[in-house]
């Protein structure tokens, strides 16, 4: 059966993005560096690379290893709305969970106002890759008893406030860690499997 795949980066103290969505306060390191850590990921896992930057990292025609459909929310598609990117995941098959965005223009990506767990349960039961589910933290604390993995990409730096990884109420979901990877940048990836 495909997994559902949280891959996410998070602040020390588990924030995935700013109040208002900001994500540029995580420090990425500098050089060589830097270089070595976005090499690394990029080669480990290229379809988390968003389709209109692919080209630059010379990912155009990698293909998917781990997943092969996403699930976001509004919060995590709205950025590449805001520039005018209507289909960020084209190497993927794309979901957008959300009760108020009406309708999505891009046949390729599919607008989903009803129930996330539904939609993931359903799609589990599939042939196929995994399923990413990309953000934000709403939506992955009510898919959170459908979550089976967690790739946690932990950045040396405290939000204070922010996007939860889990925006949930207290439900304990017990995961153990299989695997950690340090990088010289300061981030440490480790990756969670459901105990």
């Known amino acids: 059966m495909r997994k559902l795949v949280y891959y996410v980066g998070a602040s020390i103290d588990g924030f995935i993005a700013g109040p208002g969505g900001e994500v540029d306060f995580y420090p990425q390191g500098e050089g060589q560096e830097a270089a070595d850590y976005s090499a690394w990921m990029n080669e480990q896992h ?3 690379v968003p389709t209109h930057i692919r080209a630059a990292v010379g990912l155009e025609n990698a293909p998917n290893k781990r997943c092969d459909t996403l699930v976001m929310g509004l919060g995590t598609y709205r950025p590449a709305l805001d520039i005018g990117i209507t289909s960020p995941y084209a190497h993927l098959r794309q979901y957008v969970v959300s009760t108020s965005l009406g309708e999505i223009a891009d046949p390729s990506v599919e607008l989903v106002d009803g129930d996330p767990l539904s939609l993931v349960r359903d799609l589990k039961k599939e042939d196929g890759l995994d399923i990413w589910l990309c953000g934000g933290g709403r939506l992955a604390g009510s898919l959170l008893p459908e979550v089976d ?29 299989t695997r950690r990877r340090p990088f010289d940048n300061g981030v440490l990836v480790t990756w969670y499997s459901r105990v």
Not at 149 to 174: D, H, M, N, Q
């Open 46 to 48: 290229p379809e988390f």
């Open 149 to 177: 993995e967690l790739i946690i990409k932990s950045y040396p730096v405290v939000a204070g406030t922010g996007i939860p990884l889990f925006s949930t109420g207290f439900s304990p979901a017990y995961f153990t860690p």
